[in-house]
C-alpha cells in the first residue's frame, strides 16, 4: 500500500496541472474575498458576509470555486491514465486494483483537504486585512468551514469516481461542470411547478445543492427583506444532513465506479 501511496504522490506532484488547477482555485476564490470583503467593509462584520468571504462565494455560485478545480483534478488522476494509455504502466506498476484505487482517493482527498484549508486561511487574511471578518472559531462559522473542507474534498473524490466510471476525460469533465451549472438549477425550478407540490421537498436532496449547505452561513432570503422565511422549497435541512445526502451521492459513485475497475479489461 505504501508502494502505491508514493506511486500515486509522485504522479500528482510531477503533473504541472495540479499546480495550475490549484493555483488557479486559490487565486480565484481569493479574488472574490478581497472584492467582497473590499465593499463590505464599511457594513460591519457578520457571519453571513464572512462566511462568502470564507468560500469564496459559495452561496451565489453553482460551481464552487476551489470544490471545481479539486473535482477535475480528481477526473485528471483517472483520466490522464486512460486519455494517454498510462493506465497499463500504472497496473504494471501497482497491481493490486484496489490498492490502486485507495492510493489515489487518498491522494486526491487529502490534496483537496489541504488546498481548501489554505483557501479559507487565505481568504480570512485577505477579509481581515481589507475589511472586517468573524473569528474563524465563531461557534456558527467554526461548523461552517469543517463543512466546507469536507466539501472541497468529496468534490475531489467525485472528479475520481466519474473519470474511472467513464473512463473518458471529456466525458466526466463535461459532467461535473454540466451537471451543477446547469442541470440541478433546472429541476430545482420545476419543482416549483404546481403538479409537483407533493414532492417539493424531495428536491432540497439534489447532490450539489445539498453539498453547498454544508459550507452556507448566508441568508439569501435577507436579501430580498424575508429574512427567516422559507425556501420556495420549503424548510431545508440541516448542515448534518445535507453533507450525509452529499456523501451518499458521491459514494453512489465511486464504488460502483471500484467495482467496474476490478472486474474490467484495463
Same mark, same amino acid.
Not at 119 to 136: A, R
Not at 170 to 180: F, M, N, R
Given at each position: ?30 479574488? +472574490? ?17 464572512? /462566511?462568502? =468571504?470564507?468560500?469564496?462565494? =459559495? ?11 479539486? /473535482? ?105 461542470? +454540466? ?31 445539498? /453539498? ?55
Amino acid at each position: 500500500m505504501i508502494d502505491a501511496l508514493r506511486y500515486e504522490w509522485v504522479r500528482l506532484r510531477t503533473l504541472r496541472s495540479t499546480f495550475w488547477l490549484t493555483g488557479a482555485g486559490l487565486f480565484l476564490s481569493f479574488a +472574490v474575498a478581497g472584492a467582497v470583503a473590499y465593499f463590505t467593509r464599511n457594513s460591519g462584520s457578520d457571519v453571513g458576509t464572512t /462566511g462568502i =468571504i470564507l468560500t469564496g462565494g =459559495i452561496p451565489f455560485s453553482p460551481l464552487p470555486l476551489v470544490a471545481i478545480f479539486m /473535482g477535475l483534478i480528481g477526473v485528471l488522476a483517472f483520466g490522464h491514465e486512460y486519455r494517454h494509455g498510462t493506465i497499463l504502466s500504472t497496473l504494471a506498476a501497482v497491481p493490486r486494483r484496489s490498492r490502486l484505487v485507495v492510493a489515489k482517493l487518498l491522494v486526491v482527498a487529502v490534496w483537496s483537504l489541504v488546498t481548501a484549508i489554505l483557501s479559507v486561511l487565505l481568504n480570512w487574511g485577505i477579509g481581515s486585512l481589507l475589511g472586517e471578518t468573524v473569528s474563524l472559531t465563531n461557534d456558527a462559522v467554526l461548523p461552517a468551514m469543517i463543512g466546507y473542507v469536507l466539501y472541497v474534498g468529496l468534490w475531489g473524490v467525485l472528479g475520481l469516481g466519474l473519470a474511472a466510471l467513464f473512463r473518458n476525460l471529456p466525458v466526466a469533465i463535461v459532467i461535473i461542470l +454540466v451537471v451543477p451549472l446547469m442541470v440541478e438549477p433546472i429541476l430545482s425550478a420545476l419543482a416549483l411547478l404546481p403538479a409537483l407540490e407533493d414532492v417539493r421537498g424531495a428536491f432540497h436532496y439534489l447532490p450539489f445543492s445539498s /453539498g453547498a449547505r454544508m459550507a452556507n452561513l448566508f441568508d439569501v432570503s435577507s436579501i430580498a427583506g424575508a429574512e427567516g422565511q422559507a425556501t420556495p422549497l420549503g424548510e431545508e435541512p440541516s448542515r448534518s444532513v445535507s453533507g450525509l445526502t452529499f456523501t451518499a451521492w458521491i459514494a453512489a459513485i465511486f464504488l460502483p465506479a471500484w467495482i467496474l475497475f476490478k472486474r474490467r479489461d484495463a
